[in-house]
């Protein structure tokens, strides 16, 4: 395979480029211009990214929580083009669907069992939970309770970057931009241990925690509340893991109550936690999947909302039009590609390789960083997990200054170091390629390790935060 090669020169005049004319995602556009342009990545194999001066990186974060059957697979490619040649576009409008389509929400149908039987095909997260929040709103208007308006989500949660999604997440920076949430979005606690409840007792914070959400129902009428929405593991939140017995309380909850529970498995979805989804790992039934990300390892845009029997077929007996949907909803290309993808996690068994393997042994890896001066936890689930950095051992109180000053200190050292990882205010997260080897992840771990010695004089100079 050849490898694209630029010179010097050609790199700054990217660069040169990139602040000219390109406004990358969630940035800084005047540190964007100060640095002079974004990093370049030219290529990338396996579970390793290279960038324009030729610098190796493992990629500890799989894209954007994506990239979950690896980098330079030829096979993903190959169904793409083999896709463009046959029939390279058409939509879902006008009673019509292309092959690759059907298969592709019969393959996911099946991985999700029980009655999750249909479903809608979008172009990113955001999207399909979008197209989660129009169907709610709408199934209950056609059900005869169009009261049933409120949406209620949890603090940190992320959902997604357009108005519904940012609204839906409960991201307060996000909200500070654009005048959100919308109206009828509730948030309630997060099912933060270490962050928010440190010592509790996780049993008897599950329940607190689960309770908050029936307090709020309560609180708002149940007869005006439409879903529950929550990601299994909160990702972009830091790796927030609930403690055992968390998720069925949810669920009973929103049964006792007649609410729609969603689950967001956008991050989780396609083996990420060592089972196809999240849900199925934590036992729970929801009525509204969202999935995208490791749907196609992130080779193509596409995302999809599956719906429960029971939604559909009140939908079906009122009749008329669900007026919803995009021009690339289920794009051929991209669902063939996403059939391959599902394809290879399947032979690969990486779905059972991350429950049985490499996320056990990333969980015992990270003991040697447990009794790091500046760790207060390392906790992982399957193949995500995060790093809390603390400035005071056996606590979990953080170092003075701006928020978020260890992590991005941390992370930073750890891409010099060559291995990508993302801050989340002082939490380190990881997310690798479901592919990762055993020598991987011991580089993964032993990378962090090098680079929290590395930055410790310079934290533990700082005051401790009040």
């Known amino acids: 395979m ?28 005047r540190l964007q211009a100060e640095l002079g342009g974004s990093r370049l990545i030219t290529r990338a194999d396996g579970s390793t990214i290279y960038d324009a001066e030729g610098n190796a990186i493992l990629d500890g974060h799989a894209g954007l929580w994506c990239v979950n059957v690896g980098y330079g697979r030829e096979e993903l490619a190959r169904a793409a083009y083999e896709q463009m040649q046959e029939l390279p576009y058409y939509n879902t409008f006008f009673k019509t669907a292309s092959v690759p389509t059907l298969r592709l929400a019969a393959e996911i149908a099946a991985r999700l069992g029980g ?10 997260g955001s999207e399909a939970v979008d197209t989660a929040f129009r169907l709610v709103r709408h199934y209950w208007t056609v059900k005869g309770q169009p009261k049933r308006r409120v949406f209620i989500s949890r603090w940190n949660a992320y959902h997604g970057s357009t108005v519904a999604a940012a609204s839906l997440g409960g991201m307060k920076p996000m909200h500070q931009q654009g005048d959100l949430p919308i109206p009828g979005i509730e948030h309630v606690m997060q099912p ?28 708002i009428g149940p007869e005006n509340v439409a879903a529950f929405i929550g990601e299994p593991v909160q990702g972009a939140g830091g ?76 939908l079906r007996d009122a009749g008329g039009e669900f007026v919803h949907g995009y021009t690339y909803s289920g794009h051929p290309v991209c669902a063939a590609v996403a059939l391959k993808n599902l394809e290879i996690l399947s032979r690969e068994r990486l779905v059972e390789r991350t429950a049985e393997d490499t996320g056990p042994y990333i969980a015992k890896a990270l003991e040697r960083l447990r009794s790091h001066p ?9 193949l995500i997990g ?22 991005p200190m941390v992370r930073d050292i750890c891409i010099r170091r060559g291995l990508m990882v993302r801050a989340i205010r002082d939490t380190i997260v990881f997310c690798p390629p479901l592919i990762i080897t055993h020598a991987e992840i011991d580089r993964l771990v032993d990378t962090i390790k090098a680079a929290l010695d590395e930055a410790a ?10």
């Open 2 to 29: 050849s490898h694209l090669k630029l010179s010097a020169q050609e790199v700054t005049e990217l660069r040169r480029l990139d602040v000219a004319h390109h406004l990358p995602a969630q940035s800084d556009y």
């Open 115 to 124: 009655s999750l039987a249909h479903v809608f095909f979008n172009n990113s």
């Open 192 to 219: 933060y241990l270490f962050g928010d409840a440190f010592g509790e007792d996780p049993a008897g914070f599950a329940a607190r925690a689960a309770a908050a959400l029936e307090e709020r129902i309560l609180a």
């Open 239 to 314: 790796v927030i893991i609930p403690p055992p017995g968390y998720w069925t309380q949810i669920e009973a909850i929103c049964r006792k109550y007649g609410i729609l529970l969603i689950c967001d498995e956008v991050i989780c979805g396609f083996g990420r936690l060592g089972r196809w989804f999240g849900f199925q790992h934590f036992g729970v039934r929801p009525d509204i999947v969202t999935m995208a990300k490791g749907l196609s390892s992130g080779y193509l845009p596409i995302s999809a909302t599956a719906v429960a029997a029971h939604i559909v077929a009140t």
């Open 374 to 382: 500046l760790v207060g936890e390392a906790r992982s689930l399957g």
């Open 386 to 407: 995060g790093i809390e950095i603390v400035a005071r051992k056996g606590t979990n109180q953080r170092f003075a200054g701006k928020e978020g000053t260890a992590g």
């Open 457 to 466: 004089p310079a934290l533990t100079a700082l005051p401790v935060a009040a």
